[in-house]
């Protein structure tokens, strides 16, 4: 596993990972070992910096060589700028075709990611947790079994009843009803019909 880290911070963090994973050193042991590594990752990130400017500095003096106006003609002087201005429109129209081709980019990223949230359902919403008791939780269940059976019953065709029948079934007023059927004389009628 160290053999795998080339660059030295890399190095360093697998030397402290493999301390963490042993725990054989004491808490003193190990506190002073992780000390001296973090110092040795220091000097080692200042090292780096100073490499990246020392590499960014080598770049710059092979790209852009300094420029040499001493005993120039006037002439010289103004073929050096054309050539400048030259150059200068040929990276311009380099860093405008990039510019461009990053935006297609960006562009298509954006279209692939609406295209996986639309192949994922869109987007959900956050769930809230509902605590529900046992009791509740059957309670749902129940209804839901019973609103499926009242469902069905409410999808059956419905029959209509001849008026004969609806006659029939016309109590009149429920007050003469209840006096008729109060007493032992409401009794006797039910028991003679």
Known sequence: MIS???EPII???CLISLFQKKTKY???RRLLLKQKLLKKAGVLLVQEQSNKVTERESTLSERVPPLKLSGLSVQELQELCKELHRKCDTV???RYDIEAKVLKNEKELVDLNAKINELKGGKRPNLKRVKKSADAMLGALTE???SSKSDFKSNLKTVKKDKKEEEKVDPGDWRKNVE???GM????KL???
Do not use: H, I, P, Q
Not at 185 to 188: A, I, Q, S, T
């Open 11 to 13: 190095y360093l963090v």
């Open 180 to 182: 008729s059927m109060s």
């Open 191 to 193: 028991f003679n019909s």
């Open 4 to 6: 795998d880290c080339n």
């Open 185 to 188: 004389e409401g009794r006797k």
């Open 92 to 94: 311009d129209e380099a």
């Open 26 to 28: 004491s808490a003193t």
């Open 144 to 146: 839901a079994k019973l």
